[in-house]
């Protein structure tokens, strides 16, 4: 025995790394109130984030009368009547789906998928005169970084106490319903994200390209560190974690080992929980990233009551839609990943019986022009987005279907000579959208209130998507 | 060579130099040993796990570090107490040198903390590294790819970054593409591997000239027309509703030169609630049109779809006056370029009004010092560099030389560590990798064919280990924001920790842990695969016996002497665990080592 006081040591240090670890930026999960409000039933959020600015307005088209100022506006990258797939809405009438999006029409048949029309940032309900005006407008519209942390913020500035995302909101209230477990319900497949970031609990950022690997040195983990050195290799790197989480300045310091200590955490929890549910059924194309990060949704989703998650939120992120050139070209892959990768995911979570617990929504950056550059389309600002899954009131449009006219056009933003710019208007906010999404996840009007500030300045706090 | 018990190695061909600097290493390492030897005898602190088997007289050289220790097996033979306290005993000068090497190379190793020492100065390193002659990655692709196969440039980058001594202009030039940022995960590009390696090899010639010149060539390179999507952009059609392109118009603005707000020369957007715009989308509109009627150059036509000549995306775009837009155009500050400006000319009255922009020195020194030095320098760091970018002393503006090396000798990047809590940075993963593998000696596996890999990426593919791989982003906005920051909603800064993800922690710690146990010098590759690269321990394994001196060796190489005291009595405490005979000490190298690359604290540069 060499020393007993380092022994005790350690192992008051082993203690301190299981705790959950650093003030504020590391909280693993709530504090356990199961029953508190909103907490009833199993839920859990999927964001589809079309990082670039997807062209929603050739993902769904208006039809009849309307067609004709679309294709106007659009010219030659309009989508040819004849190969949109109908639909109808009882109050708009006819609209099509782009060919490339079969999936997306049969949920609309089914009425498990609703179109949010032209949904956007906004500050306040903005008209065009508004816009011309002094009303406070989002900042630094269409520029990418910007508008895509409003869009996860729900705010219409980008720095300050606003810079906590609404999914943040929603995985704060999922680690209030869950309780103290060893991982938080908040998991990103799209890297790093706005939308997931809150003040008290944090997300898990997974790759799908490669399988969730449990780590070497810990846990006596590894066949290549002999297993009479194995225990004191890994008690030693988690005390080398408990050091930097304990250590004052720098922050960074602090921040790498917090990372490191969920990294642990997680990566042993989830190995588990996704090899006990492979999820086979869900089949897709290898290359089809959008439907790899689906299926580890999917999995993590079938490992539900496993990892103790009553809530979870989901982010994934697909690139690619910043077609400023070659639209046409382009723009059909992409659609045609998504809907692959749509359906098989839902086609998957219905089989395991759990459809109504699953929400997925849509959001980008921001819409594009109607017009075009010559082969593409540059920034917008309102577009389309689309919510599927069993608790979805579907087969309807919800918002105005925007204006496509190139003369006159009240929704248009314009250009400074008046001229016709296609960047649209949004008329449906994303704190609306947000309210309505989070509000099916059990956030309370309390919370929402706090977590989208602008909220307040639209009368309607509910768009009527969800069933209930 | 050193020992090497187990020579399944024999195949491996090493680089020419290798043997010199493995001498280098040796007379560097016999010299730390010594000191370390010297610090216990004259500190009064017993070194009670091992005994020198060369004498331990505390002379410098007393110890060659090829020499077995003699082997005590972990007991005391004077059954005296073992030490509990580690000591660090390090040159500060060494230090000093290791901290600027952190900063200005892929990493410090003890030949070049040798070399440095060697030169009168910091500077007079400095200036002879801008010197040297440019190390360049495009003819290496042409003769190792297709143009579509993705690794060679990969290959000659990392060739460069680990063996060329052209270090500094390879750190900064990875610096460049990390603000002018194009990125192979475009399908266009990444059938153009031969312009891929042009466009870098064009960052890396200009990393020491002058900024507008290297704006001018940027804007110009057809990967970047390609990446933008500024070639082939057209003036306006307003009978078919067809405007210009804005998108390298508004990348231009907001990432290459003057960024989203006014800035001042602290680097402030004021006020702080709600920053000025430094542009309006109008203006983005009016530098759209100026950037109209670029073309390939060496295809027949406007429209020619037969790009199928490598040499179109190694050559400048040039311009075809039919489709440029030749009314005035307002731009930045007031500026109009005048109508009937060729489509050359429009262009370069337009980057002339970018650069003269007070924002752009700020925002270029700014990402440099983070890329380099810290990711929160002080607002007087920022304006004493945006000074020299302003003005180089000489009356010249935007030359890139005089900041990197301004960056670099600066006060704070020197001394920060001392005085400013929040000094430092995390360290970049495709860096990190670069300098374990500087400081032990990687050699491609025998069968790699010359080839750098890990255990389970591929050079091409690390992104998918530590989320990132060179010039292969997600999109033009990097791996990371600049201003990413640790905690949402904080104010303080650290870019690279957004791509510190679980997954990725995760993944690297496995890529350094099959380094260590499976992939090092005495592996037996039979078992395992053959073309990963290899670490050598040897020279580890002879101070081993001595864990303050493998402490002092991993303080001075991976930590540039700021390894915390309690991660340093840890591994104490752990390597006590083990004793000194050869395969104890081969032990305790393995096991400290994985620990020290994989530890939070070594992601931590100060």
């Known amino acids: 025995m060499r020393n007993t006081v380092d022994k005790e040591k350690r192992r008051l240090l082993k203690t301190l790394a299981a705790l959950p670890m650093g003030a504020g930026i590391s909280m693993l999960a709530g504090n356990g109130s199961a029953h508190a409000m909103g907490c009833d039933s199993a839920k859990s959020l999927v964001c589809i984030f079309l990082a670039g600015g997807a062209d929603s307005f050739n993902m769904f088209v208006p039809g009849g009368s309307r067609y004709n100022d679309y294709r106007n506006s659009r010219r030659e990258l309009a989508v040819a009547e004849a190969d949109l797939l109908s639909v109808n809405d009882a109050s708009q009438g006819s609209f099509g789906f782009n060919k490339q999006l079969p999936s997306f029409e049969r949920l609309y048949r089914e009425n498990r998928l609703t179109v949010l029309s032209n949904t956007g940032t906004l500050i306040q309900p903005t008209t065009k005169s508004d816009y011309l005006g002094t009303v406070a407008l989002p900042q630094s519209l269409f520029a990418h970084n910007t508008q895509q942390k409003l869009w996860q913020t729900g705010a219409g500035i980008v720095s300050g106490s606003t810079s906590f995302g609404w999914g943040g909101a929603i995985s704060s209230h999922a680690a209030n319903c869950n309780g103290r477990i060893p991982v938080a319900p908040a998991f990103s497949m799209g890297g790093s994200t706005d939308w997931l970031a809150a003040a008290n609990t944090n997300y898990i950022s997974l790759n799908a390209d490669v399988s969730v690997e449990r780590m070497f040195g810990y846990d006596n983990i590894s066949d290549w560190i002999p297993p009479r050195r194995l225990s004191g290799v890994g008690r030693h790197l988690e005390e080398l974690i408990a050091q930097g989480q304990r250590s004052g300045n720098p922050l960074l310091n602090r921040a790498i080992a917090s990372a490191m200590g969920r990294a642990t955490n997680a990566t042993a929890s989830l190995h588990s929980a996704i090899g006990a549910n492979p999820l086979p059924q869900m089949r897709y194309n290898g290359r089809n990233k959008l439907a790899k990060q689906l299926h580890l949704v999917a999995k993590l989703i079938a490992s539900r009551e496993q990892l103790g998650m009553q809530k979870q939120v989901f982010f994934v992120l697909m690139g690619g839609w910043d077609t400023h050139s070659d639209q046409l070209q382009r723009q059909p892959f992409l659609m045609n990943d998504l809907n692959e990768a749509v359906d098989a995911f839902q086609s998957t979570i219905d089989s395991i019986n759990l459809s109504n617990s699953v929400t997925s929504f849509t959001a980008s950056d921001f819409g594009r022009t109607l017009s075009s550059n010559g082969n593409g389309t540059d920034h917008g600002w309102g577009g389309h987005s689309f919510v599927f899954g069993g608790a979805v009131n579907g087969g309807r449009v919800i918002g105005d279907t925007p204006n496509y006219s190139t003369t006159n056009n009240q929704d248009d933003a314009g250009e400074e000579d008046g001229s016709f710019a296609g960047r649209i208007i949004p008329k449906i906010s994303v704190s609306q959208y947000a309210a309505t999404l989070s509000r099916w996840m059990g956030v309370s009007e309390g919370d929402l209130n706090n977590a989208l500030p602008d909220l307040q300045n639209f009368t309607q706090r509910d768009l009527g998507i969800m069933r209930s | ?606």
């Not at chain 2, 390609?226 to 952009?233: A, F, I, K, T």
């Open chain 2, 1 to 606: 060579m050193l020992n090497r018990p187990d020579m399944n190695r024999n195949t491996v061909q090493k680089a020419p130099l290798t043997n010199e600097f493995v001498r280098l290493r040796n007379l560097v390492l016999a010299l730390l040993v010594a000191l370390s030897l010297q610090a216990c005898s004259d500190g009064g602190v017993v070194v009670g796990d091992v005994q020198s088997g060369g004498g331990g007289s505390g002379v410098p050289g007393g110890i060659q570090p090829g020499e077995e220790l003699s082997e005590p097996e972990g007991n005391n033979p004077t059954g005296a107490p073992p030490p509990t306290t580690s000591v660090s005993n390090l040159n500060a000068a060494d230090v000093a040198a290791s901290r600027f090497l952190n900063q200005a190379t892929f990493g410090p190793t003890p030949e070049t903390i040798a070399q440095l020492r060697s030169k009168p100065s910091f500077a007079a390193w400095i200036d002879e590294q801008i010197a040297l002659p440019v190390s360049v990655t495009e003819p290496y692709t042409r003769a190792n790819s297709n143009n579509s196969n993705g690794a060679a440039r990969h290959e000659a980058w990392w060739n460069n970054a680990l063996n060329r001594p052209d270090q500094l202009r390879q750190r900064v030039a990875f610096a460049l593409s990390q603000i002018f940022v194009v990125s192979d995960l475009d399908s266009l590009l990444a059938n153009n591997q031969y312009g891929m390696a042009s466009y870098y090899d064009m960052l890396s010639q200009n990393a020491f000239g002058n900024y507008r010149q290297l704006l001018e060539q940027v804007t110009l390179h057809p990967v970047m027309g390609v990446y933008l999507s500024m070639v082939r952009n057209e003036k306006a059609n307003p009978a078919e509703n067809i405007r210009p392109d804005e998108n390298f118009a508004r990348e231009v603005l907001q990432l290459f030169s003057i960024g989203l707000y006014e800035l001042n020369t602290r680097g402030e957007a004021l006020p702080l609630d709600n920053p000025r715009p430094a542009y309006t989308q109008n203006q983005v509109e009016e530098f759209a049109r100026v950037f109209t009627g670029w073309n390939y150059d060496l295809v027949t036509s406007w429209e020619a779809t037969n790009l199928g000549v490598p040499d179109i995306f190694t050559v400048p775009m040039v311009p075809d006056e039919r489709f440029h837009d030749t009314g005035s155009k307002t731009l930045l500050n007031g500026r109009v370029a005048p109508a009937g400006l060729s489509t050359r000319d429009d262009m370069r009255f337009a980057l002339d009004t970018i650069f003269q922009h007070p924002n752009v020195g700020v925002l270029i020194s700014k990402q440099l010092i983070q890329r380099l030095v810290t990711s929160n320098p002080t607002p007087e760091y920022i304006e004493r560099i945006v000074g020299v970018f302003n003005n180089n002393g000489a009356g010249e503006r935007g030359d890139l030389g005089a900041v990197v090396k301004a960056i670099l000798l600066d006060d704070e990047a020197r001394n920060g560590h001392l005085n400013n809590p929040d000094f430092g940075k995390l360290r970049e993963p495709v860096v990190r990798l670069a300098h374990v593998w500087r400081a032990l000696d990687g050699t491609p596996g025998p069968l790699a064919e010359g080839v750098h890999n890990t255990a389970n990426f591929v050079l091409s593919r690390i992104d998918e280990m530590g989320g990132q791989a060179v010039m292969q982003s997600k999109s033009v906005f990097n791996f990371y924001k600049p201003d990413h920051t640790i905690i949402a909603g904080g104010s303080r800064l650290s870019p690279e920790l957004q791509i510190m993800s679980e997954a990725n922690l995760a993944a690297t710690n496995n890529n350094y842990h099959h380094q260590v146990y499976r992939f090092n010098n005495r592996s037996n590759l039979n078992d395992d695969n053959p073309r990963v690269t290899i670490i050598d321990l040897e020279p580890l394994v002879a101070i081993a016996g001595d864990s303050n001196a493998l402490l002092d060796w991993y303080n001075l190489i991976f930590f540039s002497g700021n390894m915390p005291d309690d991660m340093r009595q840890s591994l104490f405490n752990y390597l006590a665990t083990l004793g000194v005979s050869d395969a104890e000490r081969f032990a305790r190298v393995q096991d400290s080592l994985f620990m020290v690359l994989v530890s939070p604290q070594a992601h931590l540069q100060r």
